[in-house]
């Protein structure tokens, strides 16, 4: 009966070390970054499965804008070509998918602008419709992105910060994760004061 208990005892011991060391939570938050980069991916795929559509409506009404349209499909015919993959992510294959999903949005801010030019299509109640589609997508793609970020964040605490940092030492070796962030496109827009003007 003792040595029973003592095992049992034992047992409790270990289970709690394992947990604290990270041995169990190193390998969860990297399957945690994996499944918040997919479902990032997932909700740029959808944003791409939309741009067809908006194209096509905006080409009824604004055909004379063919460089901007033509620049939009471009777009988001590079970034479904850009793909990457949770399992085996790295720096340079993060930074040209965030690259080729940046000069997307940047294609759809120009579609935008234009959209703006003509009263009739914002009108349109298929494109109004569409375009609370493709706004409904960009909120989901935030909120994916901040997921995956705090992911990250997670992974690297784990991997770097004591005392798990020595279980990731010792057995599992992995690297720090590149954290996303904006292309130098996007930085240059982001600090740059939006203009306001009500001609």
């Known amino acids: 009966?003792?040595?029973?208990?003592?095992?049992?005892?034992?047992?409790?011991?270990?289970?709690?070390?394992?947990?604290?060391?990270?041995?169990?939570?190193?390998?969860?938050?990297?399957?945690?970054?994996?499944?918040?980069?997919?479902?990032?991916?997932?909700?740029?795929?959808?944003?791409?499965?939309?741009?067809?559509?908006?194209?096509?409506?905006v080409k009824g009404y604004a055909s004379h804008e063919q460089e901007t349209l033509t620049a939009v499909v471009e777009a988001r015919s590079k970034a479904t070509q850009?793909?990457?993959?949770?399992?085996?992510?790295?720096?340079?294959?993060?930074?040209?998918?965030?690259?080729?999903?940046?000069?997307?949005?940047?294609?759809?801010?120009?579609?935008?602008?234009?959209?703006?030019k003509y009263p009739d299509l914002k009108a349109d109640a298929q494109f109004r419709d569409l375009s609370a589609?493709?706004?409904?997508?960009?909120?989901?793609?935030?909120?994916?992105?901040?997921?995956y970020i705090e992911s990250i964040n997670e992974f690297n605490n784990l991997i770097t910060v004591p005392p798990t940092s020595f279980t990731n030492s010792l057995i599992y070796h992995h690297e720090k994760m590149p954290q996303w962030t904006v292309t130098e496109a996007e930085k240059t827009q982001i600090e740059s004061a939006p203009k306001v003007d009500f001609k």
Request: net charge positive; aromatic share 2%; proline share 4%.
């Open 1 to 57: 009966m003792l040595r029973i208990l003592s095992r049992t005892v034992a047992g409790l011991l270990l289970m709690g070390a394992m947990t604290g060391c990270g041995l169990q939570s190193i390998p969860q938050a990297r399957n945690k970054v994996e499944a918040a980069l997919a479902e990032t991916t997932n909700q740029y795929k959808r944003r791409a499965d939309l741009i067809p559509n908006i194209v096509s409506v």
């Open 82 to 116: 850009t793909t990457v993959d949770p399992g085996s992510m790295d720096p340079k294959k993060l930074q040209e998918y965030m690259a080729s999903q940046g000069n997307l949005s940047q294609a759809l801010g120009r579609l935008m602008v234009v959209v703006e």
């Open 133 to 147: 589609q493709l706004e409904g997508t960009e909120n989901r793609i935030a909120v994916a992105r901040q997921r």
